[in-house]
C-alpha cells in the first residue's frame, strides 16, 4: 500500500510542479507588468520544494503500513492432536 501512497503522491506532485512551470513561463511574460510578479515565483518555488522534499520524507520514514496488529486476537490453546486409528 506504501508503494500506492507513494505513486498517488508522485503523480500529484508531478501535476502541481507543472502548474507552477506554466505559471513561471507566465511571471517571465508579464514581468514588466508588477513588480509583484518575480517575487511571488520566487515565494511559491521555495514553499513548493520544502513541501515536496517533506512529503518524500514523511512517505520514506513514515509507517504506511494498513496492518492493524490490535485486532488480531493470539489464540494459547494447545494444537489438536489426533490418534492414529488402525482398522
Not at 14 to 36: G, P
Not at 53 to 73: M, P, R, S, V, Y
Amino acid at each position: 500500500m506504501t508503494l500506492a501512497y507513494l505513486g498517488l503522491y508522485i503523480l500529484l506532485l508531478c501535476w502541481i510542479w507543472w502548474l507552477f512551470i506554466v505559471a513561471r513561463i507566465h511571471a517571465y511574460k508579464f514581468k514588466n507588468m508588477s513588480t509583484h510578479i518575480p517575487i511571488v515565483t520566487n515565494a511559491l518555488f521555495v514553499t513548493l520544494l520544502i513541501l515536496s522534499i517533506i512529503g518524500f520524507i514523511l512517505c520514506f520514514f513514515l509507517d504506511w503500513n494498513t496492518k492493524n496488529d490490535n485486532f488480531i486476537e493470539e489464540y494459547n490453546e494447545p494444537e489438536i492432536q489426533l490418534d492414529r486409528a488402525i482398522f
